[in-house]
């Protein structure tokens, strides 16, 4: 091989270095952001576990609430007949 020869192959080599070089810098850069999108989906889950375990709740209490109502609304309406037999 010729000095020319070997001068362009260290040419080469020394790009390929390089873009390796870039290539790993992105490489750790894509890790970091998706260790952070990963984190970030855990504190969701979490967040989205607690909304359900409160609305469950709010339905439960609703349900029960409405029950209530139900049965006041049907002790009321049975006075009402009371009071009109009455007249």
């Known amino acids: ?3 020319e020869s070997l001068d362009r192959l260290e040419e080469r080599i020394t790009k390929a270095i ?3 070089e870039k290539l790993s810098e992105t490489k750790k850069l894509l ?3 998706n260790a ?3 984190s970030r989906v855990l504190q969701l ?3 989205l576990k607690k909304i359900k375990t409160e609305k469950d709740r709010i339905e439960t ?4 609430v409405s029950e209530r ?8 309406l049975e006075k009402i ?5 009455s007249l």
């Open 69 to 76: 109502v139900k049965e006041k609304v049907e002790v009321l």
């Open 18 to 20: 390089a873009r390796i």
């Open 81 to 85: 007949n009371r009071y009109e037999q």
């Open 45 to 47: 889950e979490e967040e």
């Open 61 to 64: 209490e609703t349900g029960r």
């Open 31 to 33: 890790e970091d952001e």
């Open 1 to 3: 091989m010729g000095i």
């Open 36 to 38: 952070g999108l990963k």
